[in-house]
């Protein structure tokens, strides 16, 4: 069944009056597509989501060369016992310590920040502070000490 030029002609008339309603129907919207404007900047920047790993993971490529552990809890918490081979840096003292590491740490190739354990938030953000000073690589493990010691690996003092 062929269709005339005349019903042709309707389709196509009628596909250009909805693609023009649809258009004008976002241009006024309150939340439009960014069709035919640019979307608006937002206020704050877009919140950096880091790779997460287990303790597994933090057992075999921790102390490997290229890598390094950052503890993010404070001073005396790191005192009291830390994941062997990790590097002081509390989320609380970054501002002071990190002018005096940040040589060290930008030779890394690899971070790996940990905290107290999935309820503190100190290794990501300690994390997103890292990231604005234009380091890159970095892993978060959320399980931090307290998984840590629960699966009963060795702490040093």
């Given at each position: 069944?062929?269709?005339?030029?005349?019903?042709?002609?309707?389709?196509?008339?009628?596909?250009?009056?909805?693609?023009?309603?649809g258009?004008?129907?976002?241009?006024?919207?309150?939340?439009?597509?960014?069709?035919?404007?640019?979307?608006?900047?937002?206020?704050?920047?877009?919140?950096?989501?880091?790779?997460?790993?287990?303790?597994?993971?933090?057992?075999?490529?921790?102390?490997?060369?290229?890598?390094?552990?950052?503890?993010a809890?404070?001073?005396?918490?790191?005192?009291?016992?830390?994941?062997?081979?990790?590097?002081?840096?509390?989320?609380?003292?970054?501002?002071?310590?990190?002018?005096?590491?940040a040589?060290?740490?930008?030779?890394?190739?690899?971070?790996?920040?940990?905290?107290?354990?999935p309820?503190?938030?100190?290794?990501?953000?300690?994390?997103?502070?890292?990231?604005?000073?234009?380091?890159?690589?970095?892993?978060?493990y959320?399980?931090?000490?307290?998984?840590?010691?629960?699966?009963?690996?060795?702490?040093?003092?």
């Amino acid at each position: 069944m062929l269709l005339g030029k005349k019903h042709l002609w309707q389709m196509a008339a009628m596909a250009a009056a909805s693609l023009a309603l649809g258009l004008a129907v976002n241009f006024f919207s309150a939340a439009p597509l960014p069709l035919l404007r640019p979307l608006e900047r937002s206020q704050g920047a877009a919140p950096v989501v880091f790779g997460e790993v287990d303790a597994d993971f933090i057992e075999q490529m921790g102390g490997a060369p290229g890598s390094l552990l950052l503890d993010a809890r404070a001073a005396a918490a790191y005192r009291a016992g830390h994941i062997a081979g990790a590097l002081s840096l509390p989320l609380g003292e970054f501002a002071a310590r990190f002018p005096e590491l940040a040589p060290r740490l930008r030779r890394v190739k690899l971070l790996f920040v940990y905290c107290s354990g999935p309820s503190c938030n100190d290794a990501r953000d300690l994390a997103g502070r890292l990231w604005g000073q234009g380091l890159k690589s970095i892993l978060v493990y959320t399980g931090g000490m307290e998984d840590w010691t629960g699966r009963g690996h060795a702490v040093e003092k």
